[in-house]
Nanobody
């Protein structure tokens, strides 16, 4: 299992970023997927998930209405569109194989991509 995130960076409050996750080593279309983030000095926080066919997904209250998860099963890609970013969204963002995110063993997590929201 390999999950490689990209697209992180620094953005001003109110801005947008789109994170990508390239999946390989497993049948991507057969797994629900999640995003998890971890801010400096804090524990990991589940951001949201998306079911295998991309038609259903759920989000943490902290990002609902601002973040959107999507997937491209033909190309084994997972995405996180982040809009109206806030300083408290600053974190390392991980792509995770599985619906629950936090309950998934770390070997099914990517290495993370850093998002910094600051003026």
């Amino acid at each position: 299992v390999q999950l490689v995130e990209s697209g992180g960076g620094m953005v001003q409050p109110g801005g947008s970023l789109r994170l990508s996750c390239a999946a390989s080593g497993f049948t991507f279309s057969s797994y629900d997927m999640s995003w998890v983030r971890q801010a400096p000095g804090k524990g990991p926080e589940w951001v949201g998930n998306i079911y295998t066919d991309g038609t259903r997904g759920y989000y943490a209250d902290s990002v609902k209405g601002r973040f959107t998860i999507s997937r491209d099963n033909a190309n084994n890609m997972l995405y996180l569109q982040m809009d109206s970013l806030k300083p408290e969204d600053t974190a390392l963002y991980y792509c995770v194989r599985g619906r629950n995110g936090l309950g998934i063993p770390r070997r099914y997590w990517g290495q993370g991509t850093q998002v910094t929201v600051s003026s």
